[in-house]
């Protein structure tokens, strides 16, 4: 074996033992991005007693970031919203904070998050936060974001629990 051919061989047996180690790696992170995280949480809202799922797919930005609401659960004790933060910073990334978004009801009343947790990735999270319920229930509400010189508004949908299966 020559030299040359030594050091083609040297340099596939590397390239193809970088390769090996780096492939469950990539097999986690892929997982991790598809599982929110949140399925737990999400499950023991049953323990409330009916759930209505009430799909949404609405965004607001933030900057050049982007916040899309993907589903309302509403149970007769609490209201969970869970969205998906998207950022388009690579470097000095802010993570979004979950308990500044309030729940302001048509009559006026604003609901305060008492609960939130979110999975960052790369390129965002998934996160929930979730509400005490209003003194009196309606078909929608507005989910607002007001922090940091920053504004946005949007309109979810409501039901009474068990409404939306």
Known sequence: ??????????????????????????IQKLTNDRDRGMGDTIYTLKDD??????????????????????????????IMVTYTYRTKQTKNVWSFPDMSLVLVMPDGQRLMSHNAGSNGTSWGSYSYVSF??????????????????????????????????
């Open 49 to 78: 007693g009916p759930v209505s799922k009430l799909p949404v797919h609405q965004s607001f930005k933030i900057d050049n970031d982007t916040v899309t609401v993907d589903t309302v659960y509403v149970t007769p004790k609490q």
């Open 1 to 26: 074996m020559t030299k040359s051919q030594l050091i083609v061989a040297l340099r596939r047996t590397i390239l193809i033992i970088l390769i090996v180690l780096l492939i469950p790696h990539y």
């Open 132 to 165: 005490d319920l209003p003194d009196s229930m309606t078909d929608h509400a507005d989910l607002v974001y007001d922090r940091y010189d920053r504004h946005a508004e949007l309109q979810i949908p409501l039901s009474k629990a068990g409404d939306g299966l």
